[in-house]
């Protein structure tokens, strides 16, 4: 088996967890996630201007995730956000109105993770997942519809994050992110 490259940044005070080499990365997945969901609630996030392996059209790429999370009878929050203007043509951003994204948050909550959930949210997406919730889930759905909740990484809110990178093939966490995760 190929060793992880895990390395910590000290000015974002995070771990880089390259899985890219990993024999099996599929699986190395599912297993820190299966662990993470065993230790407690997790909250995901997903933007669409930060795109899937397929980059589906944003209203397109929203609507099939809420048909999935009532699939699963997941609770949730969709909310517009413009991040986007126009398309980038050899890095040069041409002018036009702007691109109309969306932000959809759900809570996966304890020990619910299962192969079906991790096949359906986490095999294409690049997601935002917050862990070590400090507050309710009802106030802090209600903190993230009105905007209260401005970013996964809020020390507000949540003790520790991570952001999967899909098309990178990386973890960028607080913790160090590990097959001996507990």
Do not use: W
């Amino acid at each position: 088996m190929k060793e992880l490259k895990i390395t910590y940044d000290k000015k974002l005070d995070k771990y880089h967890t390259l899985y890219h080499h990993h024999e099996n990365m599929t699986a190395f997945r599912l297993d820190i996630y299966r662990k993470l969901s065993q230790r407690e609630d997790l909250f995901i996030m997903i933007e669409t201007h930060l795109g899937s392996i397929n980059q589906p059209i944003p209203l397109d790429y929203v609507m099939s995730i809420e048909k999935s999370l009532n699939r699963f009878n997941l609770q949730h929050q969709i909310r517009p956000i413009q991040v986007r203007h126009g398309k980038s043509i050899l890095g040069i951003l041409s002018k036009g109105k702007p691109i109309e994204d969306f932000a959809i948050a759900f809570l996966l909550p304890k020990e619910q993770f299962n192969h079906a959930i991790f096949e359906t949210f986490f095999c294409e997406y690049d997601l935002k997942i917050s862990y070590g919730i400090k507050t309710d889930p009802t106030s802090l759905f209600e903190d993230y519809r009105k905007g209260y909740v401005k970013s996964f990484d809020d020390p507000n809110y949540f003790t520790h994050h991570l952001f999967d990178s899909r098309i990178f093939n990386k973890f960028l966490s607080t913790e160090v992110l590990t097959p001996k995760l507990n």
